[in-house]
């Protein structure tokens, strides 16, 4: 699981869809490398945790940050972005 599937990220500045692909080269790079070494797939998938973690933090404090600042903190700007969207589109978009 990569990007939005693992990272809750407010939905400002493409930071869920960058840190989706970075989280897939960072995924692949650290598999590629444990076969080469012969070191075993789960050391690899912690690599690839601790490495995502610093990043993913950041990537998500800035897409909160850009929604600070594009609401005011105002309470009813706020409130549709982080509640009723998300519920409209559970509704809306059909699960697979």
Do not use: C, W
């Not at 970075?22 to 070494?37: H, I, M, Q, Y």
């Not at 009813?76 to 978009?93: I, K």
């Amino acid at each position: 699981m990569m990007g939005d599937a693992v990272h809750v990220m407010p939905p400002f500045g493409a930071q869920g869809g960058n840190t989706a692909l970075r989280d897939a080269a960072l995924l692949g790079r650290k598999l590629v490398e444990a076969r080469a070494s012969g070191t075993q797939v789960e050391e690899a998938i912690a690599a690839y945790q601790d490495e995502m973690a610093h990043y993913a933090f950041q990537a998500v404090d800035t897409a909160a940050g850009l929604m600070r600042r594009l609401t005011g903190g105002a309470a009813v700007p706020h409130g549709v972005l982080t509640r009723v969207l998300p519920r409209l589109h559970r509704v809306t978009v059909p699960e697979a």
